[in-house]
């Protein structure tokens, strides 16, 4: 008879959890208790306090902008070890150390997840591990977006203080021009090239002319290249007070919100005129001759603001170069095109787009919005209440006015259909809308006061306020402008799709025919 002996299995060893820290602050922080050293000192500390957990490193990074992920040379390592299967878990005292802007963290939140690796924020009391969502830290992500926000806005008040005083004047230096200890100094190699650009256009030549010249003439530009004189440099420099000793400060200026953008200043923001900030190039009378000149010849000219009785005004932004588009009638049609564009396609390559094609995009973006309203915006919605649980109860005066603007929508919804049918006459619509829209807008200033910076309250009323919308609607076969306005806070074109901005910060992208 076979002998049978028994070999026991070997008891599996707990795999221990190979957990990681990332710490980050400004080498300026005046809060002592989230300083670098701290934060070194507690995380090294509390992991290899926990018996199931295995310490797997400290990633930080020290005085470096944290606006940007690829900026931070220890959190791109972080990211690296994670790759390679290196850690589990990874410790963060707040979502403001870990990114500073939504993408960067929702992009690195989902790629960790998708390798079994957790991220545990202390401050937020938030373990992706557990989450079912990330709507959450979409939301928190936006918070720690706002305080690098709030960096930067402190960085614009000093160059905006020394505008101000006059200790100001530029960056770098125009053509011509060399900075030498915050001073315009004239450039000798370069002087007679503004001299000749000046003199030319008052000999009657243009701008065209004169930069082809330029670069026939193999002259080098500011930037070293012989091959790059454009039209719009010559304009720029014919313009440019800094030739005859003067400087205007803040002629651009950096938006405020992420991805931060340069912009022309049209009133925006005050600018500040410094007379006899440095040695000039050109007499006065010569340049006050040239502005004259410019004025004559229309090269100054710009698209006036459009009557904001065209729906699409200041709403279609170009995805390419960030400006708007204009309306242009041509023909039987309208289009609308980028301002870059209009002024000079070297520019921008983004083309002219039909109405009707913006028209019939939101069409289709809005009825795929009402099938799937459920899905997308109820589920987004109790999201958003799951996280305002957690701080405060919904405000009833902030939910009876934005009760009040769903019912002036629906109003003017109602409004534009009867008129469409021809039950009333356009005057008593435009009538009936005007003072509609002025109650809506008045409950709006009203809702913003009330809710202050409180950034979830306002999406979930503007969420509520699309649901309320959609609630009894019919599929929409044709435009309706009052409903448009209601949903879409911006449009951004590309060439080959369009991105709908919601009010309540969703965006759907929808393909270009």
């Known amino acids: 008879m076979p002998q049978v002996k028994v070999i026991q299995p070997i008891a599996e060893q707990a795999k221990k959890l190979r957990v990681a820290a990332y710490a980050r602050v400004s080498s300026d922080s005046a809060d002592q208790m989230n300083s670098f050293a701290t934060q070194v000192d507690y995380y090294t500390g509390y992991i290899r306090s926990k018996e199931e957990w295995e310490f797997a490193g400290l990633y930080a990074d020290e005085a470096v902008s944290g606006t940007t992920a690829d900026k931070r040379s220890d959190f791109q390592r972080l990211l690296t070890d994670c790759r390679a299967g290196k850690i589990d878990r ?21 790629e960790l997840g998708q390798l079994g690796i957790s991220v545990e924020f202390e401050k937020e009391d938030i373990d992706t591990g557990k989450m079912g969502s990330e709507m959450l830290l979409s939301i928190l992500g936006s918070a720690a977006q706002e305080e690098s926000l709030s960096i930067s806005k402190n960085l614009k008040w000093s160059y905006r203080r020394r505008m101000k005083s006059g200790d100001f004047i530029t960056c770098s230096a125009p053509i011509g021009y060399i900075l030498k200890n915050k001073t315009l100094i004239p450039n000798p190699q370069e002087v007679p090239i503004v001299e000749y650009i000046f003199n030319s256009y008052l000999a009657g ?53 992420l991805p931060f953008q340069r912009k022309q200043n049209h009133g925006e923001l005050p600018q500040y005129y410094i007379k006899n900030s440095h040695q000039g190039i050109i007499p006065i009378e010569v340049f006050e001759a040239v502005q004259k000149l410019l004025k004559q010849r229309s090269f100054t000219h710009a698209p006036k603001n459009e ?19 204009y309306r242009k009638p041509k023909n039987q049609s309208i289009k609308w095109i980028c301002y870059q564009h209009l002024k000079g396609k070297e520019l921008c390559p983004t083309k002219a787009i039909s109405q009707d094609e913006i028209y019939q995009a939101f069409l289709r973006v809005y009825n795929k919005l009402l099938d799937n309203r459920d899905f997308v915006l109820k589920t987004m919605l109790n999201q958003l209440l799951e996280l305002q649980a957690k701080t405060a109860f919904a405000r009833p005066d902030i939910i009876a006015a934005n009760e009040k603007i769903s019912e002036l929508v629906k109003q003017n919804h109602s409004l534009t259909r009867l008129q469409t049918k021809g039950c009333i ?60 306005k209601s949903m879409i806070k911006q449009i951004t074109a590309y060439p080959d799709k369009f991105c709908f901005h919601l009010i309540n910060g969703l965006v759907l992208d929808e393909g270009r025919c």
């Open 425 to 484: 006459d356009s005057a008593i619509f435009i009538e009936r809308s005007n003072r509609n829209n002025q109650k809506i807008e008045e409950l709006r200033r009203e809702l913003r006061q009330l809710q202050g910076p409180d950034q979830t309250s306002s999406l979930i009323d503007s969420t509520k306020l699309l649901l309320d919308l959609l609630e009894e609607a019919q599929p929409m076969l044709e435009f309706e402008p009052s409903v448009f």
């Open 90 to 110: 990874i410790l963060v005292k707040s979502i403001s150390r870990f990114a500073r802007n939504t993408i960067d963290c929702i992009q690195t939140v989902r």
């Open 307 to 325: 009557i904001q009785q065209f729906p699409l005004s200041k709403v279609v932004k170009c995805g390419l170069c960030g400006s708007t588009f």
């Open 205 to 257: 030549k243009g701008i065209v002319e004169i930069a082809s010249e330029l670069t026939e003439m193999e002259i080098r530009n500011k930037d070293g290249d012989a091959k790059c004189w454009r039209s719009v440099t010559i304009l720029n420099i014919l313009k440019n007070e800094k030739y005859i000793g003067d400087a205007l400060v803040q002629k651009r200026f950096t938006t405020e919100e």
